[in-house]
């Protein structure tokens, strides 16, 4: 195809619009169970003339020991608004025609639309506090396997 075409590549690059196969990647990467690794959670999401900040409200929440029944009210309803968002953020990038940063770009904040959305699911459920402690008893659990096996190590050295 590239043979028949030689200039495709170059011409995405300066910024012209992106090829199906391209979107159909995006589409793909945002469909995958690992799409959030490594992406952003937004500062902030505008949707419908409004702005929500979205970053550190995410944040806060993590730092709560106990939700009230008004904020998992507020949870139903940004997951609410993050949702109807992310689906016209994944419409506008299945269909609109996007330059290859623009694309770029969409992904992403969609990527971590998604990412909001899991996460306020977790925290709203609980279920984001007991990872998280499960987690730090894991990590803690090898952190002492692993001073113990230097120990092992350093003893066998010295001897």
Do not use: C
């Not at 469909?31 to 999401?45: A, N």
């Not at 998992?72 to 940004?78: G, N, P, Q, T």
Request: zero cysteines; a negative charge; charged letters at 35%.
């Amino acid at each position: 195809m590239m043979e028949n075409n030689p200039g495709t590549y170059e011409k995405n690059a300066s910024g012209n619009y992106i090829t199906d196969e391209e979107r159909r990647q995006l589409l793909s990467a945002l469909h995958s169970r690992l799409f959030w690794v490594g992406q952003y959670i937004p500062d902030y999401v505008e949707f419908e003339g409004e702005t929500y900040p979205l970053h550190n409200y995410v944040w806060e929440l993590i730092q709560k020991d106990e939700l009230s029944e008004t904020e998992k009210f507020r949870i139903e309803k940004y997951i609410e608004i993050l949702s109807a968002k992310e689906m016209k953020d994944e419409r506008d990038l299945e269909g609109k025609s996007l330059t290859s940063e623009e694309s770029k770009k969409l992904y992403h904040e969609t990527a971590g639309l998604l990412r909001a959305i899991a996460d306020l699911k977790e925290i709203e459920s609980g279920t984001f506090k007991q990872n998280t402690k499960r987690f730090q008893e894991q990590f803690a659990n090898q952190r002492i396997k692993d001073a113990k096996l230097w120990l092992e190590f350093i003893k066998k050295v010295s001897n």
